[in-house]
């Protein structure tokens, strides 16, 4: 009997190549922080990468935009530090990726971006992410599954509380 519909796919076919790549990522995690990674991340894809921690974030946690200089990830002031954590690896799993996102010259502001973002995401349904925004989340939960596989200290037990 040949493959009929009656057992769709839960899960678009992007998650599997994305587990993939985040399964072949050559990286010791027990040395992880967010920092080396950030280092790391940069290195395999030839960006200069800069964290921003912003106070005038709260939703979105983290977003991206390309400039002339680099990649730049802004994340919340305001989480605690898995969701830290977890916010900028979603972000730099975007750039690993090699997603696309805005450019932004040099002439014009981050901030303008942020009130864009803040604007889109007062407006913006969290149940429609976009298929980036989907293989990023999941990129950046499996990192933590292996961030947790290679570390026996407290993180580990801090994620098992989460059951993430
Ligand atoms: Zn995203």
């Known amino acids: 009997m040949s493959q009929t519909s009656d057992h769709p796919k839960w899960q678009p076919d992007s998650i599997s190549s ?9 990286y010791d995690f027990s040395k992880f922080t967010v920092q ?27 977003f991206w935009f390309l400039s002339d200089e680099g ?3 802004f994340y919340s002031a305001h989480l605690n530090q898995i969701l830290e954590t ?4 979603h972000e730099l799993m975007h750039i690993f990726l090699g997603h696309e996102t805005k450019y932004i010259s040099a002439q014009q502001s981050p901030l303008l971006l942020l009130e864009e973002c ?9 149940l429609e992410r976009n298929g980036e925004d989907n293989e990023a989340e999941n990129a950046a939960l499996l990192l933590l599954r292996r961030i947790e596989a290679s570390q026996t200290n407290s993180m580990s037990d801090v994620l098992n509380f989460m059951d993430i």
């Open 18 to 26: 994305v587990e993939k790549r985040v399964n072949e990522i050559d």
């Open 118 to 126: 803040l604007v889109g995401a007062s407006t913006r349904n969290p």
């Open 71 to 73: 990649a730049h990830v």
């Open 36 to 62: 080396d990674f950030t280092k790391w991340v940069a290195a395999q894809t030839g960006r200069i990468i800069f964290l921003e921690k912003c106070e005038e974030l709260k939703y979105p946690t983290g």
């Open 86 to 89: 977890i916010t900028i690896l």
